[in-house]
């Protein structure tokens, strides 16, 4: 940012792209040029820079004057922690700019573990480094030692990738053919207090323009609508005592049509049942551990004041017992819709399983979408709009399609005879058991919500209709 027109640039970027706060990487402006170029270029901005903490001040974060208030919390050589309020609303921004050397950056991962914050917090920029041996192209393969550095510190504070759109690389040598080298380096992170505060919170990598790396750009759509929650069976219903009896009224219920409507509508009328069971035993189940736990350490409290009271003994263990029943439950629930297949994260806690569900519901998210003109929707209607004209002219318009060419069915290898007969052959009930027992019970559900833990678990009441079911659907297929 040493000449003109890249400062020229990044007022222009920042105005272009309405934004409220910019954090500036690799300036190259020595401290004795930076208030000829701050009154010359940024008269309109305030700036906080690491001037300090290194001779070419290596980030500079600068906004409007009057539209935030920024109070610098922590500097280093490679970050700028700032506390942010805009409307009332506080947040912790993080601008990276890390150095070349592993050892450097050990400092950095340091500092983001010391971070401790119950308010949303956001690190961006250019960290240096590369989670994947993919991020990287023409380039020599990365350390896993590397990787796994960057990765454990993203981890130990807490942090997820935010969702992220456009350029897939956000640094190149910008040097011609062969030579020519990629690498994502810059990126955003997030905590699950911003995934839950944004709803709608999502990371556009843009092009490069005049400089070696892509700008990153965190914005949230203020008309963003969140989606009514979705029915989803939770395994941890299956082990209540009133879930088989529940089940077992419903299937008492009459239904007469085909065994698939027949299953179906029993499904849709055990829904509600569900659900009930759920607010009764299983809702605010956090608040009721940490709850739980308050008792349960008050209890152990009075116990020390009078060690040999026997119903103060039996008080405590009844809660310990209690306590910790829900405590698995938490953890179940949190596992199952995390989808963490990692055994290694079996004992993390429970804000680990959190940030992972806060993380996959923003990746859910559908923020920016390019329409059939080519323009970048970003509201909730333009996105709305550019879906229903993408699918309106695909399939509301009528094209020639030519004739299958029978002749290709005698091409290459066939079945034989015996082959296909095979394949016609109905459907076994062993057959249909054996497929669904194989199906993880933390696999996604259906479009209906119901998992394979439900069938499992509700077999011996449901195993006649579903059978029949999946029996019908594939003589349904086979004609």
Not at 235 to 260: E, G, H, M, T
Not at 458 to 476: M, N, P, Q, R, Y
């Amino acid at each position: 940012m040493n000449e003109g027109i890249k400062q020229h640039e990044v007022v222009s970027f920042f105005q272009q792209n309405k934004l409220d706060l910019l954090g500036i990487n690799e300036s190259r402006i020595r401290f004795g040029n930076f208030s000829t170029v701050s009154k010359r270029r940024f008269s309109a901005f305030q700036i906080i820079h690491n001037y300090p903490d290194h001779p070419n001040g290596r980030l500079w974060a600068i906004w409007r004057r009057g539209d935030l208030q920024v109070r610098l919390l922590s500097s280093g050589s490679q970050w700028l922690h700032l506390h942010v309020v805009e409307d009332a609303r506080p947040v912790f921004i993080t601008f990276v700019y890390g150095l070349n050397d592993v050892a450097g950056r050990g400092a950095f991962w340091g500092f983001l573990k010391t971070v401790s914050t119950s308010l949303p917090w956001v690190v961006l920029g250019d960290f240096n480094c590369v989670r994947l041996p993919s991020e990287r192209i023409s380039c020599v393969p990365p350390l896993w030692s590397v990787m796994t550095d960057f990765n454990n510190a993203i981890y130990d504070s807490g942090l997820e990738e935010s969702a992220t759109t456009g350029c897939e690389y956000t640094w190149t040598n910008k040097q011609d053919g062969l030579a020519r080298k990629w690498m994502r380096l810059d990126r955003a992170l997030v905590n699950s207090d911003w995934l839950a505060a944004f709803l709608s919170s999502s990371a556009e990598a843009l092009p490069a323009g005049v400089s070696d790396h892509s700008p990153v750009v965190v914005s949230f759509n203020t008309d963003f609508c969140p989606r009514p929650k979705q029915f989803k069976f939770l395994n941890c219903w299956a082990q209540n005592s009133l879930f088989l009896p529940l089940v077992a009224d419903i299937w008492k219920v009459r239904v007469i049509d085909c065994p698939i409507f027949r299953l179906v509508s029993r499904l849709k009328l055990l829904k509600p049942k569900l659900k009930t069971l759920h607010v009764e035993h299983y809702s605010n189940i956090t608040e009721r551990v940490i709850h739980l736990r308050g008792q349960l350490l008050d209890c152990q409290s009075r116990v020390q004041l009078d060690p040999l009271n026997q119903s103060l003994l039996d008080e405590e263990a009844d809660l310990a017992q209690i306590f910790c029943r829900f405590k698995k439950v938490e953890l179940n629930i949190a596992y199952q819709r995390a989808k963490v297949h990692d055994i290694k994260m079996m004992d993390a806690s429970t804000s680990y399983f959190f940030a992972k569900i806060a993380a996959r519901r923003n990746a859910c998210n559908i923020n920016t979408v390019l329409n059939t003109r080519g323009d970048m929707c970003r509201t909730f209607e333009d996105i709305s709009d550019a879906f229903l004209d993408y699918y309106k002219s695909l399939l509301g318009t009528t094209q020639e399609v030519s004739l299958v060419d029978s002749c290709i069915l005698y091409w290459g290898p066939k079945l034989s005879t015996e082959e296909g007969a095979s394949l016609l052959a109905s459907v076994t009930d062993e057959e249909v058991r054996c497929a669904l027992f194989s199906i993880d019970t933390n696999k996604s559900p259906g479009p209906d919500g119901y998992s394979s833990g439900f069938f499992r678990s509700a077999w011996s009441i449901i195993v006649e209709d579903f059978t029949k079911a999946v029996k019908i659907f594939s003589f349904l297929v086979r004609c």
